[in-house]
């Protein structure tokens, strides 16, 4: 059905290494693999084997829970993205890292994977999505604190040059041409 690797610390994963809840969930518990290590392991390569057919209206969703909290979503695979590599942001540990019974095992880290319709997913990749709005976000105030600069005020207006928006522009495509590590610093 599907397989996973961690980058650089694992071999590929089938689905055997997961424990089955039921017909659409799957559970690989981290302390299996990594012991309580867990939020060492940053990513994590999802894939969609070649036998398995999963309906275009259908994704494969993968979650991650530190011990003590709920699931976070990573993101997904589909038919039509069959592999994906993503972020693994774990959750602070919850308080409940005691025992919930004498005869109960402690809490570990997980990794969650389910059939989910795609409908309901924000994104396939969660990470890619806050790291595009961080962009987003970094290039705005820089061009929000170059024009404040030259802002002059007349009332309860703002008075900025005519031309602001292109000087700005030219002055940040030719600092990225000189610099190639300025845009990498926006990314962050």
């Known amino acids: 059905m599907f397989g996973v690797v961690f980058p650089n610390r694992s071999f590929p994963l089938d689905i055997a290494a997961f424990s089955q809840i039921d017909t659409f969930h799957w559970i690989l518990d981290m ?109 705005g105030e820089n061009l929000f604190n170059y024009m404040q600069s030259f802002c002059g005020v007349d009332g309860s207006k703002l008075i900025v040059p005519i031309d602001i928006l292109d000087r700005w522009f030219k002055k940040f495509q030719e600092r990225a041409k000189r610099d190639p590590e300025y845009l990498k610093g926006f990314a962050l």
């Open 31 to 139: 302390n299996t693999f990594v012991g309580e290590a867990y939020d060492q392991i940053r990513e994590v390569c999802v894939f969609l084997l070649n036998n398995f057919t999963l309906p275009p209206d259908k994704a494969l969703a993968v979650y991650v829970q530190s011990p003590g909290s709920a699931f976070q979503y990573c993101g997904a695979v589909t038919i039509a993205r069959p592999s994906a590599v993503l972020s693994l942001n774990w959750p602070e540990p919850g308080g409940q890292l005691q025992l919930t019974a004498a005869d109960a095992a402690p809490l570990t880290a997980k990794i969650g994977v389910s059939v989910v319709d795609l409908a309901s997913l924000t994104s396939l990749d969660v990470a890619a999505e806050k790291r595009i709005e961080r962009l987003a976000m970094r290039v």
